[in-house]
C-alpha cells in the first residue's frame, strides 16, 4: 500500500523536513507580538548559529543572497575591482559583486571535489583583485589552507559562500569558521531551513558594528535599541536585511533539531555511497570525492556521467519511474550575465564546462523514508546507459 502510494506521487528532489517545533515557536512569536527583525527569536537562532559554525558573531538575514550583498557593501569595493570565485557556483555568489560595479573573476573548479581550482587562484589575481569567494561545494572543504595563504600573501580577503556547508569541517574546524566573513542559507533547499533565509557569519569582528548599520538600512538603530544612542539617524548606505521574527522562530526549531536533521541526511548519503559503488564503478560514474580531513554535512549527493546525453538519458530513466533528479548549477562564465560583468580567470574554465553537463543531484531530504531510499537505488541500480528500457 504504501509503497503503491509513494509511487503513485512520486519521489521529490527535496521535501522541506519539520523537525516538530516550528507551528509551537511561529504561535509562541505572533503570542509575543514581536513580529518583525531582531526579536527574542532573531537572538535565539542567531546564538544557535554561531555556537554551530565557532564564530564569534552571527546576523541573521532575508537570504544568502542578500548575505553576500552585505558583504560585498561591507569590503567598500569600487567599480573595476575584482572578486575572484568559481564559474560553478550559483548567481547570488557572483551577483552580489555585480551589483557594487565590481568584476566576478570567474575560475575553474578541481575535477574531483568540484571546488574552486586553489591552483589556479594566483594567475587570476590582478592589482584590483579585492576578495577570494569560496563555495565548499555539497559541503565538501575547499583547499582552504592554499587558499588562506594566496589570500595573505596578496592582501585579500576571504569569504566563504557556506550555502551548503552548515556542520562540515575542514580539519577539525566548522566550515564558516575559515574566512573573515561567511555567509549562510536557509532556503528551504537547503539542510537547515525557513523557507527563505540567510545569515552572516564574522570571524573579523571588525567588520561587524558596520554590518548592523548596513543589515538596519543604513541606520544605527540597531544600537538605539541597545540604548546605546539617543535617536537613530541615518549613517551608512545599506538595505532592509534583517528577516521577521516569525522567519527567526521557524529557524530555531530547525536549528536546535540540526544534530537530528543531520543523522537523517547522513543515513541517506551513506546508503547512497554504499550502495551505488559498484554499479557506478561498472558504467564509469564518478560518486562524490570527500578527500582527508573533511567532515561533509551530506547536503548533496551529485553523480557525474560519462556525458550530456548519458545525464539527459538517466534523468529522463529516473523521472519514469517518479523520481526527481536535477542538475545543477550553469557555469557563470558563459552565462550572459557572467560575460557582460564578470571575466574568466586566464586558464578558461574547461572543468566547470565539463562537469556542468554531466552532473546530477540524487534526491536528498531528511524526511525521506527507507521505502522511497529503496526505491530511488533500486532505479538508479537499473540504468545502463543506452539501454534503457522505459
Ligand atoms: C542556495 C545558495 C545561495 C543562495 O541562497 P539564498 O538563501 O536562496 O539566497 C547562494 N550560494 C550558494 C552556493 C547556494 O547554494
Redo the contacts with the bound molecule.
Keep these: 500500500m504504501t509503497a503503491t502510494t509513494t509511487t503513485l506521487t512520486g519521489i521529490p528532489f527535496n521535501r522541506p523536513y519539520l523537525c516538530g517545533l516550528e507551528r509551537e515557536y511561529v504561535g509562541e512569536a505572533i503570542g509575543l507580538g514581536a513580529l518583525s527583525g531582531d526579536g527574542p527569536f532573531t537572538a535565539r537562532a542567531t546564538g544557535l548559529l554561531a555556537r554551530l559554525v565557532d564564530a564569534p558573531e552571527a546576523l541573521l538575514a532575508t537570504?544568502?543572497?542578500?548575505a553576500?550583498e552585505m558583504a560585498a557593501i561591507l569590503l567598500d569595493l569600487r567599480p573595476g575591482d575584482e572578486v575572484i570565485m568559481p564559474s560553478f557556483?550559483?548567481v547570488?555568489?557572483a551577483n552580489a559583486f555585480a551589483l557594487r560595479g565590481a568584476v566576478p573573476v570567474f575560475a575553474d573548479c578541481r575535477p574531483d571535489t568540484l571546488n574552486l581550482d586553489e591552483r589556479l587562484i594566483e594567475d587570476a589575481i590582478t592589482s584590483r583583485t579585492r576578495a577570494i569567494v569560496v563555495?565548499h561545494y555539497g559541503g565538501v572543504a575547499c583547499e582552504m589552507s592554499e587558499i588562506t595563504a594566496i589570500a595573505a600573501r596578496h592582501g585579500l580577503t576571504v569569504i566563504e559562500?557556506n550555502?551548503?556547508g552548515l556542520g562540515g569541517s575542514y580539519h577539525g574546524r566548522p566550515l564558516g569558521s575559515l574566512g573573515a566573513l561567511a555567509?549562510q542559507?536557509?532556503?528551504v533547499?537547503?539542510n537547515v531551513q525557513c523557507g527563505?533565509?540567510?545569515a552572516l557569519i564574522f570571524n573579523d569582528l571588525s567588520w561587524f558594528s558596520r554590518a548592523e548599520i548596513i543589515r538596519e538600512k543604513g541606520t544605527n538603530r540597531s544600537q538605539f535599541f541597545r540604548g546605546m544612542v539617543d535617536k537613530y539617524r541615518w549613517i551608512d548606505v545599506g538595505s532592509s536585511y534583517l528577516p521577521a521574527d516569525l522567519l527567526a522562530a521557524f529557524l530555531t526549531a530547525q536549528l536546535e533539531a540540526f544534530d537530528d536533521i543531520q543523522r537523517r541526511r547522513h543515513a541517506i548519503w551513506s546508503a547512497y555511497d554504499t550502495r551505488l559503488a559498484t554499479w557506478a564503478a561498472s558504467i564509469g560514474v564518478q560518486r562524490p570525492v570527500v578527500p582527508a580531513g573533511r567532515d561533509h554535512p551530506a547536503h548533496l549527493y551529485q553523480l557525474l556521467m560519462r556525458d550530456l546525453t548519458d545525464r539527459q538519458e538517466f534523468i529522463r530513466h529516473l523521472g519514469h519511474r517518479g523520481i526527481q533528479a536535477t542538475f545543477h548549477y550553469q557555469p557563470l562564465h558563459a552565462a550572459p550575465a557572467g560575460r557582460r560583468y564578470g571575466r574568466t580567470a586566464p586558464a578558461g574554465c574547461p572543468v566547470t564546462d565539463d562537469i556542468a553537463d554531466r552532473l546530477v543531484r540524487l534526491p536528498l531530504f531528511a524526511g525521506m523514508t527507507a521505502t522511497e531510499l529503496d526505491q530511488v537505488i533500486d532505479a538508479v541500480t537499473a540504468y545502463r546507459p543506452g539501454n534503457h528500457e522505459l
Excluded: P, Q
Excluded at 63 to 66: I, K, L, P, V
Design positions: 537570504s544568502c543572497t542578500h553576500l557556483t550559483f547570488s555568489t563555495v559562500d550555502a551548503h555567509t542559507s536557509f532556503h533547499t537547503k527563505e533565509g540567510g
